[in-house]
Structure formats: structure tokens, C-alpha cells
């Protein structure tokens, strides 16, 4: 059997709910989460739901931006130059300076913290 991505699960649950006018969500939303248990594919829900926000915000032209900062002025900081866009901020006091920032699946780490994980990975491919 083929395994399906998350996103593969999401355009297939996004099209039923589209697709049919007036859908019976709970019929959908059952069948859906049947096909997912069949698949033993539970775990892929948070990236489903992820995927599914990503989809509605692109049906009403904005994007979705996840900006991770270790600080909420540091945030706002670029937020505020962001327009059209569905935001989410989480705060990682564990970024010690930089921003991480994922524009709806890609994302751009210029964190301390990613830079030096960056370094990490480079150094140990080396030797």
C-alpha cells in the first residue's frame, strides 16, 4: 500500500469539504479519520492540520508565517513589515538571538541556534 504525505491527506480532506456544497462534516470527517487509522497514519494529524491552514489561508489570497524569536519584541519587530499574512509567534528563549521563520512549508533558520546545529552538522559530515 502506498503511504500518503500529509499534505497529500490534507488536499484529499480539503477537496471533499470544498467539492460538496453543503457536506455532511461529521460523514467526511469520519470517513477521514477511518482511511487515516487504516493507514496508521494518527501521527501525521499535527502536519495535516498544518497543511489545512496553509490551504484556507492560500483560498483567501494570504500566507501562513510561523515567526519562532527569542524575544516577542524581536517578532513584532518583523510582523510588522508582513502584510496579508496569517501569523504565528512562538517564543524559544532557546534561540539566543536571530529569528527562525517559516513561510507557509519553507523555512529560513538565521537563529544563533540554528547556525550553530548548521556548523554541527557540517563539522561531523567532514570527518
Do not use: W
Request: charged share 30%; hydrophobic share 40%; glycine share 4%.
Amino acid at each position: 500500500m502506498k503511504r500518503l504525505s500529509a499534505r497529500q491527506y490534507a488536499t484529499a480532506l480539503d477537496a471533499a469539504l470544498t467539492d460538496s456544497g453543503r457536506p455532511n462534516m461529521s460523514v467526511i470527517a469520519g470517513q477521514f479519520l477511518h482511511r487515516l487509522r487504516r493507514d496508521r497514519a494518527m501521527r501525521l494529524m499535527p502536519r495535516i492540520l498544518e497543511h489545512l491552514k496553509v490551504l484556507e489561508s492560500a483560498r483567501h489570497g494570504r500566507i501562513r508565517v510561523t515567526v519562532e524569536a527569542p524575544t516577542s519584541e524581536a517578532a513584532d519587530a518583523l510582523l510588522k513589515h508582513i502584510k496579508k499574512a496569517d501569523a504565528t509567534v512562538i517564543i524559544d528563549p532557546s534561540l539566543r538571538r536571530g529569528l527562525a521563520v517559516t513561510i507557509d512549508d519553507r523555512r529560513l533558520d538565521a537563529s544563533l541556534t540554528g547556525r550553530l546545529h548548521q556548523l554541527h552538522r557540517s563539522l561531523v559530515s567532514s570527518s
